[in-house]
């Protein structure tokens, strides 16, 4: 962030990443959502946008035409314009955006704010990773791969713009750390724990199956291993539900943290504004307040 005036701030992010989906068009929306959901979750609105290309000499110039074009699309769609950026030769496709947005320097929000007496509201559906797995290994049905796609390309546009409007306390976007792992981020940077319901959490159509048969990742392996003793489950869970907290998303939902009098109108204006917003769980006071690095996420 780089304050400009007393009431006015750029926010500043850049993220890419290989393709996540067969189809160019729609794999430039991805990364273009994904990279423009890192303004969103601090409340601000972005401005303009640089592509990142990395590209195969021999792919064919209307692949990478169409990945662009996805990209310009999705920044469009959020009141946005590109205004250039870079390309270089590699032996993987590799796409994003460089985004700048406006925010006020006062309103920040960050992912250390949350309160005890918080609920938690999450915007979109969980299951991108294993899903995309399935959809690589030939596993899923096309209305799981739809679903999934039609997920990934939203923008996280009218929660992180009215973020401020409700009172949230702290946000953070759900990607490659999974679920648990954006928690455990937003309860360790802000003093408490965090309590989730299981049975609260939208899923990907298929997610559950899928995870059952083992399509995983290895990013959701990885956030097991480095959060195994910071999440606590109920005894009476199978496996597939720690897959499914672990999974490592790709251009998630918004988790926010806000006060218990806010939430249902903050849920009501969402859901007006078709985004299927759900609340799943709540914050807490700190189990371990001598024990910081052991700050505990409780999925219930």
């Known amino acids: 962030m780089y304050q400009l005036t007393d009431d006015t701030a ?7 990443f290989p393709p996540i989906v067969d189809d160019p068009y729609v794999f430039g929306q991805v990364a273009a959502a994904n990279a423009l959901s890192d303004v969103y979750a601090m409340g601000g609105r972005p401005l303009t946008a640089l592509n990142v290309l990395c590209f195969p000499v021999k792919m ?3 692949q990478v035409g169409d990945i662009l074009r996805g990209g310009a699309d999705k920044v469009a769609e959020a009141g946005a314009i590109i205004v250039g950026g870079h390309s270089i030769k590699d032996d993987e496709v590799k796409y994003g955006l460089a985004v700048t947005g406006l925010i006020h320097p006062g309103k920040i929000i960050t992912n250390s704010g949350a309160k005890p007496g918080d609920r938690l509201i999450l915007t979109k559906p969980l299951g991108t990773g294993i899903i995309a797995t399935a959809v690589k290994k030939n596993k899923a049905e096309p209305e799981q791969a739809e679903k999934l796609n039609e997920s990934m390309a939203a923008l ?7 973020m401020i409007e409700f009172g949230v306390h702290a946000a953070t976007d759900v990607t490659g750390f999974g679920l648990a792992g954006h928690a ?4 360790n940077g802000s003093g408490v724990s965090i309590e989730i319901i299981f049975e609260r959490l939208r899923l990907l159509p298929g997610a559950i199956a899928h995870a059952q048969a083992g399509a995983l990742t290895p990013g959701g392996n990885a956030n097991q291993c480095f959060l195994e003793n910071k999440v606590e489950f109920a005894s009476s869970f199978g496996k597939y539900v720690y897959d499914i907290v672990y999974d490592a998303q790709t251009s998630g ?11 249902d109108d903050f849920l009501n204006f969402l859901r007006e504004r078709n985004v299927e917003a759900v609340e799943v769980g709540k914050v807490i006071p700190p189990i371990r307040p001598d024990r910081r690095d052991r700050t505990f996420i409780f999925i219930k």
């Not at 455990?184 to 309860?187: S, V």
């Open 10 to 16: 750029l926010v500043q992010s850049v993220d890419f």
């Open 60 to 62: 064919p110039l209307e």
């Open 156 to 162: 996280n546009n009218i929660a992180g713009e009215s």
């Open 184 to 187: 455990y981020e937003m309860a």
């Open 253 to 263: 939902g918004l988790l926010m943290a806000l006060p218990e009098d806010r939430a």
